[in-house]
């Protein structure tokens, strides 16, 4: 069935207007698409726009059609169903624009004309650059184009200037009849139909503000992490996305039942309470990183259990047995063969920690029973020690599938430990094809979206240190000039709006 066969039985429904669902943000308004009565006068009905308004319907914009004459005029009564059902319609359903469908004579000089509510466009709420985006399609095509001329939809009974005072953007499209109905002669409608789905698609990018949730976690509340929220929020506004910060403490979260998370379109899950993200996921929300990648990176033992599966060169590593009451006898066969595959000096971590806080430097048996003894036998691991890669490695960001930036780390005060925050300094790095390849296959193999690798530069070649879910961002911008931020906040845009 085509766009006519739709509009002739819409119009046996018997009803003054039908409104058409659609998962879009844009509603399509086509207030005169059969007659109406204006101050007791007949007005020629105008099709064309309802056939507009179903061809965008099937595209998944959502439209109001008039589709019976009851001697009213949607888009001049003082009051209208239709303008009033509309309006509600676009509250409720969070619309962001309304585009509203007229045709002007065919005597008219203009192919179109854009009405904005006058030489201020009001009814456009600050969103200028739609004009451009209609000027721009239209003439592209080599059409007339005009603006608030003849008509600019000031009046106070239209269908735009009702949407503005609501806080809905819209504006009011004049088609000349010449170009878009074929009793006038007008052989472009299809054409038209694409010039506006096109400009459609970017008013969408225009006004469309995704709602993005920050979850923080409520212990990191020093400068480095308030300057890195600073960051994320800048980003975000300069991307037209709503960005709003939520502690893990703040985020009840009530096992087995439904909790009341803020609404939004996404999570940008920048903490490792796996649990928490994980009661997100199970009610629909799309996390970023996702909770499973964030457990295979901060569990260290888990992430070299998941890279070594993959065949990543990873340090030859031994984990310590679980052990339920510590005693000294319970492990002395284990660090003897760990100190004889090993040899010492030899590294140790703890599963969980970063900023290097939790990895340590064995240099003898009895500093290796001390640590043990100080974690009473708990998620402990042990690593070889690279010695040409003492208080150095490089940390290469991965976006999606993309390496975005890359440091070189150094330790200046002796430690074996290279993070900036013992001390270390950073220059800009660019990594080697190898190392690159290395690192987004590490990402890949563990499903983060975006991560921090971190790579040691030994004898044998590169080989992964560590892997961050929640990579800090503030030092790699100060290091590169490059703002990871944006790119992991354009991904996730990019993400939302193909779902």
Do not use: W
């Amino acid at each position: 069935m085509n766009e006519q066969e739709k509009f002739e039985k819409l119009k046996t429904s018997g009803e003054n207007f039908v409104v058409l669902e659609g998962a879009k943000k844009i509603l399509i308004s086509a207030p005169h698409s059969v007659e109406q009565i204006r101050n007791g006068k007949i007005k020629y009905a105008e099709p064309e726009t309802a056939l507009i308004a179903l061809h965008l319907n099937e595209l998944g914009y959502p439209c109001f059609i008039k589709t019976k004459n009851e001697n009213d005029d949607a888009n001049f009564d003082s009051k209208s169903k239709y303008r009033d059902s509309l309006i509600n319609y676009c509250l409720k359903n969070d619309i962001k624009f309304v585009l509203d469908l007229h045709q002007l004579s065919d005597k008219r000089e203009m192919d179109f004309c854009l009405g904005t509510g006058g030489k201020t466009h009001k009814n456009l709420l600050e969103n200028l650059k739609i004009i451009d985006i209609f000027k721009f399609y239209f003439e592209k095509e080599n059409y007339v184009f005009k603006i608030n001329d003849p008509f600019d939809a000031d009046a106070p009974n239209t269908v735009s200037t009702n949407c503005a005072k609501n806080q809905i953007p819209s504006v009011l499209l004049e088609m000349n009849c010449r170009v878009v109905s074929k009793f006038c002669g007008g052989q472009n409608l299809q054409d038209v139909m694409k010039i506006i789905e096109n400009i459609l698609i970017e008013i969408e990018k225009e006004i469309y503000q995704m709602k993005l949730l920050l979850v923080t976690n409520v212990s990191l509340d020093s400068e480095k992490f308030n300057l890195q929220n600073q960051l994320l929020f800048d980003t975000a506004k300069k991307l037209n996305i709503n960005l709003q910060i939520a502690k893990n403490t703040e985020l009840l979260n009530f096992v087995g039942q439904e909790n009341c998370f803020p609404k939004c379109d996404a999570v940008l899950f920048y903490d490792k309470d796996v649990f928490l993200a994980r009661a997100f996921e199970k009610q629909g929300y799309k996390v970023f990183n996702c909770s499973d990648s964030i457990f295979a990176c901060d569990n260290k033992a888990k992430t070299y259990e998941i890279l070594n599966e993959n065949n990543i060169k990873i340090p030859k590593t031994f984990l310590l047995p679980l052990m339920f009451n510590y005693k000294k006898e319970y492990v002395k066969n284990f660090v003897s063969d760990v100190i004889k595959n090993l040899k010492l000096p030899l590294v140790a971590k703890k599963f969980y920690g970063s900023e290097g806080k939790q990895v340590f430097l064995i240099n003898s048996e009895d500093e290796m029973f001390e640590l043990i003894e100080k974690e009473q036998g708990r998620e402990l691991l042990f690593q070889k020690y690279y010695s040409e890669c003492h208080g150095k490695d490089v940390r290469i960001n991965v976006v999606g599938k993309e390496v975005v930036a890359s440091m070189k780390r150094e330790s200046k005060n002796g430690d074996f430990r290279s993070n900036l925050s013992n001390g270390g300094v950073a220059y800009n790095y660019q990594p080697t094809i190898k190392e690159i390849d290395l690192a987004k296959k590490v990402s890949k193999i563990l499903g983060c979206d975006f991560c921090g690798v971190d790579i040691l530069q030994t004898n044998e070649g590169p080989v992964v240190c560590e892997v961050n879910s929640n990579a800090h961002l503030k030092n790699i911008f100060d290091t590169t000039n490059v703002n990871v931020a944006e790119f992991i906040l354009k991904y996730i845009k990019q993400k939302i709006n193909k779902s």
